[in-house]
């Protein structure tokens, strides 16, 4: 018997319907499996000889033709570096068409809320990883990571001191972050944004050169506890409490600061400069970064007990230049401010002062201008008016020249 044409073009659409389920089918059984068994094994391989460290990849929790996504995965401390990432996930993005025609896999990843660990190593290098060129597998198979990017997350800076002990760590609560890998992978460009532990918001953006050990960070800073930029640059002068805003920027080389630029404004902080006997307290002010410079601009404070205001130099390889006036204090506060020896007569009153810094960082020299703002007693005599030159070396002054008035007599000018 004939069967009718129409029912022989709905057989034709039905077998060929179900051959192409079956066709589809197999396409995706053949792909879980490549994907699983192949592929997965193949890009850990590959990252783990790129990084030339161990890298510990999850499971592939699900795929897609341009995509997978691994579980919680690892890059752990080795003997050599503590720089360490846990990662609760790592979205895997690629070009399939790419993959299939060129045997080239470009990886975009990016990293869903990492615990990132960066130490600086004994050799004070920032990120101690050697990222290799790249370079294909036995089976043909070339693995480009071209871009990383930070989803939420945790990052942890550590930075060492030239004495090597580590400086407490920097924390950053992860709002966005992203790296580029260029120059066969010798360089990466990066960009990480969010918020600190102990305030204000950090944005950090750079390049790292492997192969040179160079840095040049970009650092932008909006009521930022200035504690953490002491931790990270390791300045000869520390800072604490209040907050800072600004921007400055870091050049690097083999760890060693080489040079910086910006400036910073500062509120209510507390500084602490080694060759000054007592921390300056409450200041506020500019700070300049320039040419291995540190410069304090238009700025107030406390000196121990002493209120000031002024300038001040800090150059790295010179030492101290600049000048603050104090306002009037006792004579016991300002001895008390620079732990002076007292001397073997009894001297009470007010003074104000000049006071000019110079001398390297090692031995600040203090020359100081004073002026009486109130009558002197000096042991039994009363002086009305005072003007005098003093230097202080360590615990000790000597008056160079003054000039003073007793209540009852003539000006007399002395030197000595």
């Known amino acids: 018997m004939q069967v009718p044409p129409s029912r022989r073009r709905q057989r034709l659409i039905t077998g060929a319907a179900v051959g192409l389920v079956l066709a589809v089918g197999a396409g995706l059984g053949y792909g879980r499996y490549y994907i699983y068994q192949r592929l997965s094994p193949q890009i850990e391989q590959q990252l783990n000889k790129q990084i030339d460290r161990p890298i510990n990849l999850g499971s592939v929790q699900g795929f897609s033709l341009g995509g997978l996504r691994f579980g919680p995965s690892e890059l752990p401390p080795t003997a050599d570096s503590n720089d360490q990432l846990l990662v609760e996930a790592i979205a ?7 993959l299939l025609t060129q045997r080239r896999l470009d990886l975009n990843l990016t990293l869903i809320n990492p615990q990132v660990t960066v130490e600086q190593n004994q050799a004070r290098r920032w990120l101690d990883l050697n990222i ?48 580029r890998l260029t120059n066969q992978n010798k360089v990466i460009n990066f960009d990480v944004q969010g918020k600190l532990a102990s305030g204000g918001d950090l944005n950090i953006e750079g390049i790292l050169d492997f192969e040179q050990e160079t840095s040049n960070l970009r650092i932008r800073a909006q009521k930022l506890d200035p504690v ?5 640059v390791v300045p000869p002068v520390t800072f604490s409490g209040g907050v800072v805003d600004g921007a400055i ?14 400036e910073l404004m500062a509120e209510g902080s507390t500084l602490i400069v080694p060759a000054l006997t007592k921390p300056v307290e409450d200041f506020s002010g500019k700070i300049g970064f320039q040419n291995q410079e540190l410069q304090f601009q238009q700025t107030t404070g406390r000196l121990g007990t002493l209120p000031f205001s002024g300038d001040l130099n800090i150059n790295f390889e010179t030492g101290f230049t600049g000048q603050i006036e104090t306002a009037p204090a006792e004579i016991a506060q300002i001895l008390d401010t620079f732990e ?15 006071v000019t810094f110079g001398g390297p960082l090692e031995q600040i020299q203090l020359a100081v201008a004073a002026t009486n703002a109130s009558q002197l007693k000096v042991d039994r005599l009363t002086l009305e008016r005072f003007q005098g030159d003093l230097t202080i070396t360590g615990n000790r002054f000597l008056v ?10 003539a000006i007399s000018p002395a030197k000595g």
């Open 249 to 262: 920027e870091l050049f690097l080389e083999e760890g060693d600061l080489s040079d910086w630029n910006g």
């Open 340 to 354: 002076l020896e007292s001397p073997a007569f009894p001297v009470e009153g007010q003074l104000a002062t000049t």
């Open 92 to 98: 895997v993005d690629f070009n399939l068409w790419t």
């Open 132 to 179: 290799a060129p790249d370079d294909p597998d036995t089976e043909g198979l070339e693995v480009n990571i071209n871009n990383i990017r930070l989803r939420r997350g945790q990052l942890t800076l550590i930075a060492r001191q030239r004495s090597g002990t580590l400086s407490p760590p920097v924390q950053l609560a992860i709002a966005s972050g992203k790296g």
């Open 400 to 409: 160079e020249q003054f000039t003073a008035q007793p209540t009852l007599g």
């Open 228 to 232: 953490a930029i002491s931790n990270l």
